[in-house]
């Protein structure tokens, strides 16, 4: 089993839909989560880190549930520009190094 | 932006060749990272570095090297290149804010193909 699972999707949503990211993670001992965005034969950069209590980054929302190692990302009003791979990741403690999802596809048309 | 660069972008080169991937930053950060990522897969750990002359394999198993001789340098080399070795390389580096959150950044990668 994969340490950190997305649904690989394409999402292929309308300009202005909102949309929702799900990721799980395997091992209890993670303990900072991101998520990253990465374009087309680009490298990754980072969109937002993920508090426990959620967080919000204009129409970005992140969610973590640790209970159920559980986080997500809602993408509100879908822009032409936020088509993009969606990268769940997350650091083990005491780890320091990345551990990256295989990512979500959103296509956002016209 | 990140100050962080890799070199050079693009490389075809025929098997049994010897190859270096340069990455260099000028943030001062101590920890620095080597990444593979085939099209459309996830991103793979191979190397990382905590400072000068501290190397650690990652999760990926690689044949390739590297050394930290100096705080802003971390090239990763292949002394055998071989068609398996085809796939993109990616750096990156990463500094501790107050909270304990680390940021990664990401030079722009170096797509290998071996022929």
């Known amino acids: 089993r994969k340490e950190v699972e997305q649904d690989p999707g394409p999402f292929n949503v309308p300009e202005g839909a909102t949309v929702a990211f799900n990721c799980t993670y395997s091992?209890?001992?993670?303990?900072?989560f991101f998520w990253y965005r990465q374009d087309c034969r680009k490298e990754p950069k980072l969109l937002m880190s993920v508090y426990s209590s959620g967080n919000e980054d204009g129409r970005f929302t992140a969610q973590l549930n640790r209970a159920s190692q559980y986080i997500s990302l809602l993408i509100r009003d879908s822009k032409l520009s936020d088509s993009a791979t969606y990268l769940c990741v997350v650091m083990r403690t005491g780890r320091r190094a990345l551990t990256f999802g295989s990512g979500t596809r959103l296509q956002v048309q016209p | 932006e990140a100050d962080i660069y890799q070199t050079p972008r693009y490389l075809v080169i025929g098997t049994g060749k010897k190859i270096t991937l340069e990455c260099s930053q000028t943030?001062?950060?101590?920890?620095m990272y080597w990444y593979q990522q085939d099209p459309g897969m996830e991103l793979h750990l191979i190397h990382y570095s905590y400072g000068v002359n501290s190397t650690e394999k990652g999760d990926l198993s690689s044949e390739s090297t590297v050394s930290r001789i100096r705080t802003e340098h971390f090239p990763l080399t292949l002394e055998s290149a071989r068609p398996s070795h085809t796939s993109q390389y990616l750096c990156a580096s990463s500094v501790s804010d107050r909270a304990g959150e680390e940021t990664q950044y990401f030079g722009p990668g170096t797509r290998l193909l071996v022929l």
């Open positions: 091992n209890s001992a993670s303990q900072s």
């Open positions: 943030m001062g950060h101590d920890k």
